[in-house]
């Protein structure tokens, strides 16, 4: 039950209103980027674990540019609006978006030229950004703390921990490429990066797709949620893993590696049942094009897990796993959210700049979204069969439809954009209200 | 409602149970307007429309009402005006897609068979109605009732949920 918290201001729930549009614009440029290098080179999909090169370069596109930019837009304002906390200002939201922003592409320079010089800066500018982030993100979870939100709170928590320990790494790895001091430590380069790359995906991503989806997910299939703590034991399992699995990675330890992963699996799984469970009691019938994209994620993600094993003992290639990871579970998860979640701010958004406020339906185009998805899903298959046949003709392919996918999603997010100005010069800019009249009760 | 994600009122729990019914009846109607062609009104259509008629008057009469006079002030009151005018925007739009479809249900029942411009017609502003409503009524469950445990203390609760269309109409 909510209690303590203040009702009044929940405009200030909302982030800025240009943050939101230039968060996404650098989203839907970094995907669309990230593609067009695949495009150009499609063989470095194959080889991304070989070191800088075009195929990091594509890899940091998606994770920072797509992925790290959804974290710094989703945590700031998902998180006040559902535990009722005012959002960042914007003058703190700015210097982090453009941290990662601005980093990433310093840092994908670096890959795409071998300048290790680049590679540095890049990685700190982005850590930089991120270690600001950190900051507001405990900020928001301490003022949070009553909300009564139990499994969202601890997911953030658990995430934020990865996050620190992701940025820690990834600076030292980048370092290294400059200065070797790795070389001189009982640390090895390539343990580290399993480690960043664990941490990255399994533990930040992962526990903010747990925490988030137990929100998220009931509210977009207008279905009954589970209890705010339903899910605490699993998300704590599932951390266990992970960090398990990244500790492991570390001291280069096999068997405790296995342990990690089987718990993370096992976590993932019932996790998985719970949310087919939410969408079983779900009252709207047609969940249209957005929750395509969301059941094939939780597939990628069991598959993509079950792929690591594969790639760990040598039957399968990372760079597969990799792939059915990262533009499988976590892109398409994070596209079937977008084409709901950017219609659902700029209706909020609605009432704070305009005379009277605009529905959420008018922001929404299901040809949009439906030619988004089935773009998407169908790069991701193509890249996947592409990964596993070595074939640089569908990895091309992919690179194609994923193109198409993220010009799509720039051109969804523009309609969106264009409708609320053109609400706002219909209806007028909004006006200070008459004091509230006393309850008739 | 098994469930404490929305929190607990008498009131709230009067809401969230009008919602459901209105969620059934939103399902209903988008099944029955998944064909392109008009169809022919039997019994089982006629009944289902008449039953639709009924529970759109019920809702943008009813709760709706029942919501402003009652809970909106209040809300108001603590600050949350955003979300008030917010909410009390919806309604009129839905006031307005509701009127309109009960229109078209009144045509139809009175002059069967349906031609296919109106049943386009009412296709459309039956989608349009679907979308607004289960958006409308999602963000009530997140919001409004989310919020009513803190406007309404244990009397006003009582007193509140007794003013209620439920509890005054016998």
């Not at chain 1, 998606?62 to 609006?81: D, H, K, R, S």
Request: proline fraction near 6%; include cysteine.
């Amino acid at each position: 039950m909510l209690t303590g918290v203040p009702l009044a201001g929940a405009e200030r729930r909302l982030v800025s209103a240009p943050v939101p549009p230039l968060a996404v614009t650098v989203i839907g440029l970094a995907l669309t980027a990230g593609w067009l290098l695949l495009a150009v080179t499609p063989e470095a999909a194959l080889t991304v674990t070989g070191g800088p090169g075009p195929g990091l370069a594509a890899l940091h596109l998606l994770t920072l540019g797509v992925l790290g930019m959804a974290v710094v837009l989703v945590v700031p304002q998902i998180l006040p609006v559902v535990t009722m906390v005012p959002a960042p200002a914007l003058p703190v939201l700015m210097p982090v978006h453009l941290g990662v922003a601005g980093g990433a592409v310093t840092l994908v320079t670096g890959f795409l030229s071998g300048d290790s010089l680049w590679m540095a800066a890049g990685a700190t500018t982005v850590a930089g950004g991120l270690g600001l982030f950190c900051l507001l993100w405990a900020r928001l979870l301490w003022q949070a703390r009553h909300s009564g939100m139990g499994d969202l709170l601890l997911a953030n928590s658990l995430a934020l921990l990865c996050l620190l320990l992701i940025a820690a790494l990834g600076v030292s790895l980048s370092l290294d490429y400059r200065t070797g001091f790795l070389s001189d430590s009982p640390l090895e380069h390539g343990a580290l990066v399993w480690a960043h790359a664990i941490l990255a995906v399994h533990g930040l991503m992962g526990l903010l797709v747990m925490g988030y989806s137990t929100v998220l997910i009931p509210m977009l299939a207008v279905a009954e949620p589970q209890g705010r703590r339903a899910n605490r034991p699993l998300i704590l399992l599932y951390a266990a893993g992970v960090l398990t699995a990244a500790f492991s990675a570390v001291i280069s330890a096999d068997v405790i590696g296995w342990l990690g992963w089987a718990t993370a699996l096992l976590a993932v799984g019932l996790f998985l049942r719970g949310m087919l469970t939410v969408l079983k009691r779900r009252l709207r019938r047609s969940l249209g094009p957005s929750f395509w994209l969301i059941r094939l994620s939780w597939g990628l993600w069991a598959a993509g897990l079950l792929a690591g094993a594969g790639a760990r003992i040598g039957w399968l290639s990372p760079e597969l796993a990799g792939a059915l990871l990262l533009p499988g579970w976590l892109l398409t998860l994070l596209l079937g959210i977008l084409q709901r979640i950017i219609p659902f701010l700029a209706s909020m958004h609605s009432v704070r700049c305009c005379a009277r406020p605009a529905p959420l339906p008018r922001f929404e185009n299901r040809r949009q979204t439906a030619a988004l998805s089935l773009a998407h899903a169908g790069a991701v298959l193509l890249l996947t069969a592409g990964i596993a046949l070595s074939s640089p003709l569908l990895i091309r392919g992919a690179a194609g439809m994923g193109l198409l996918s993220g010009l799509l999603l720039l051109f969804f997010a523009a309609g969106v954009f264009t409708r609320l100005l053109s609400h706002r010069r219909a209806v007028g800019p909004r006006r200070p209200r008459p004091a509230p009249s006393s309850p008739a009760l | 409602m098994s469930s404490d994600f929305f929190g607990q009122t008498r009131t709230g729990s009067l809401l969230h149970g009008e919602h459901q019914s209105t969620l059934a009846a939103l399902v209903e109607l988008e099944t029955f307007t998944s064909r392109r062609t008009p169809p022919e009104l039997d019994e089982t259509g006629r009944a289902f429309l008449l039953r639709l008629y009924h529970l759109i008057e019920a809702d943008v009469t009813d709760h709706f009402t029942f919501e402003e006079t009652n809970l909106f002030p209040r809300l108001s009151a603590v600050g949350a005006s955003f979300m008030v005018e917010m909410l009390e925007a919806e309604h009129e739009d839905i006031r307005a897609l509701a009127q309109d479809l009960r229109a078209m249900i009144g045509t139809f029942l009175d002059d069967a068979p349906v031609s296919a411009d109106h049943w386009a017609q009412f296709r459309t502003t039956a989608r349009d109605l679907i979308d607004m409503e289960t958006f409308h009524i999602q963000k009530e469950e997140m919001g409004l009732l989310a919020a009513l445990p803190q406007v309404l203390n244990e009397a006003d609760d009582a007193a509140v949920a007794a003013a209620h269309p439920k509890h005054t109409a016998g």
